[in-house]
T-cell receptor, first 114, second 112 residues
Framework: EAQVTQNPRYLITVTGKKLTVTCSQNMNHEYMSWYRQDPGLGLRQIYYSMNVEVTDKGDVPEGYKVSRKEKRNFPLILESPSPNQTSLYFC?????????????FGPGTRLTVT | SQQGEEDPQALSIQEGENATMNCSYKTSINNLQWYRQNSGRGLVHLILIRSNEREKHSGRLRVTLDTSKKSSSLLITASRAADTASYFCATVYGFGNEKLTFGTGTRLTIIP
């Protein structure tokens, strides 16, 4: 089954404790991205990657890091989480730049930073 | 920002009725997409309409696009309880990143 998986689905942590949210897709997609969803603000892009070893900032990259060492994986790293990073996070992937525009989303990770 | 805005923010209708949601955006686009999100879950792609298209159909969905007004509408006909969800429009602009820029969504409730 074609899918994007994220782990963990729920996470409660404390300010400053480094964490990683994993994302993996099994569709051989080149393009992957991370979004956060906040009430009243919709979804905003954090980082994106057009291929292995190619990553760039989205609209709200502050406080986040990413890496793309393998095509299927695109982890999101919060080096020192703060309460304003409490949010619902989604990983997404799609075929390739210039290809099908349909994006496939993971199930989401609900993060709470206290 | 070319973030889209959906209208209305919330909509409740009886099962079997048609539901119409509108989306406005600010700048030129390559295409516009609609996604559905069931409560707290991932988004599911519904339909894509390109900037040179005016109308598109997929099952019970009908999407229109008016680039001169920078607006789109999503019509769901013969609504079902399972259509209860939030609906987002997302625009794609430029090349390379081609990121989705989402609106704030319409919360649709279908009353059985």
């Amino acid at each position: 089954e074609a899918q994007v998986t994220q782990n963990p689905r729920y996470l409660i942590t404390v300010t400053g404790k480094k964490l990683t949210v994993t994302c993996s897709q099994n569709m051989n997609h080149e393009y992957m991205s991370w979004y956060r969803q906040d009430p009243g603000l919709g979804l905003r892009q954090i980082y994106y990657s057009m291929n292995v070893e190619v990553t760039d900032k989205g609209d709200v990259p502050e406080g986040y890091k990413v890496s793309r060492k393998e095509k299927r994986n695109f982890p999101l790293i919060l080096e020192s989480p703060s309460p304003n990073q409490t949010s619902l996070y989604f990983c997404a992937s799609r075929d390739r730049p210039g290809g099908s525009y349909e994006q496939y989303f993971g199930p989401g990770t609900r993060l709470t930073v206290t | 920002s070319q973030q889209g805005e959906e209208d209305p923010q919330a909509l409740s209708i009886q099962e079997g009725e048609n539901a119409t949601m509108n989306c406005s955006y600010k700048t030129s686009i390559n295409n516009l997409q609609w996604y559905r999100q069931n409560s707290g879950r991932g988004l599911v792609h519904l339909i894509l309409i390109r900037s040179n298209e005016r109308e598109k159909h997929s099952g019970r969905l009908r999407v229109t696009l008016d680039t001169s007004k920078k607006s789109s509408s999503l019509l769901i006909t013969a609504s079902r309880a399972a259509d209860t969800a939030s609906y987002f429009c997302a625009t794609v602009y430029g090349f390379g990143n081609e990121k989705l820029t989402f609106g704030t969504g319409t919360r649709l409730t279908i009353i059985p």
